[in-house]
């Protein structure tokens, strides 16, 4: 089975400029969720989705991040503008959620993020 | 809120050896999920172990086992024999349920040296 997809692999870009990071859940997930990983903060959870409904967005770091699922396949993040402090690995995960609660969340691989 | 502590920001072994990871937690709901995930240098988060707060049995897979103390709020990692394939950050996890939310501590580093 595939496992959580996401893309780019890595992103460099510079400040400014639009970022849009992409996630494919595993199929029959009902949940998404999107963490950043730095060095400072370590392991930061984003946001959340269960089925395509945005639960809980506490963990967004300010309006200039925002994300989406338009279908329970696809969901984005994006960075307008974005800036260096954005820098970091972004990971996606997703999980059976309440159909199965014995399931622990996988991630996919990360996106690297670079804003120069 | 939930918060997940690790206080050993690295450490290291000697392959063959055994070595404990610390993870202590603090939550108010008694129904929830711990767990230790691996990320070696690829970055892909890779999961260890799981244990079920209501299972007063420590988990064990293979050569990695833990130690879960549930009124003290600690869920410690035991790598034995260990390898040095088991180089990565470990992090620590706790599951909120029946949410699935995930709370992460901050990682340990550990190296296994020849």
């Known amino acids: 089975d595939a496992g959580v997809i996401q893309s780019p692999r890595h992103e460099v870009t510079e400040m400014g400029q639009e970022v849009t990071l992409r996630c494919k859940p595993i199929?029959?997930?009902?949940?998404l969720f999107w963490y950043r990983q730095t060095m400072m903060r370590g392991l930061e959870l984003l946001i959340y989705?269960?089925?395509?409904?945005?639960?809980?967005d506490s963990g967004m770091p300010e309006d200039r991040f925002s994300a989406k699922m338009p279908n329970a396949s696809f969901s984005t993040l994006k960075i307008q503008p974005s800036e260096p402090r954005d820098s970091a690995v972004y990971f996606c995960a997703s999980s059976p959620g309440q159909g199965a609660l014995n399931q622990p969340q996988h991630f996919g691989d990360g996106t690297r993020l670079s804003i120069l | 809120a939930q918060t997940v502590t690790q206080s050993q920001p690295e450490m290291s072994v000697q392959e063959a050896e055994t070595v404990t990871l610390s993870c202590t937690y603090d939550?108010?709901?008694?129904?929830?999920?711990l767990f230790w995930y691996k990320q070696p240098p690829s970055r892909q988060m890779i999961l260890v172990i799981r244990?079920?707060?209501?299972?007063?049995q420590n988990a064990t897979e293979n050569r990695f086992s833990v130690n879960f103390q549930k009124a003290a709020k600690s869920f410690s990692l035991k790598i034995s024999d260990s390898q040095l394939g088991d180089t990565a950050m470990y992090f620590c996890a706790f599951m909120k349920l029946p949410t699935g939310m995930m709370r992460f501590g901050a990682g340990t580093r550990l190296t296994v040296k020849p």
């Open positions: 939550t108010s709901e008694n129904n929830y999920y």
């Open positions: 244990q079920e707060a209501y299972k007063q």
């Open positions: 199929s029959g997930h009902d949940y």
């Open positions: 989705f269960n089925n395509n409904v945005p639960i809980d």
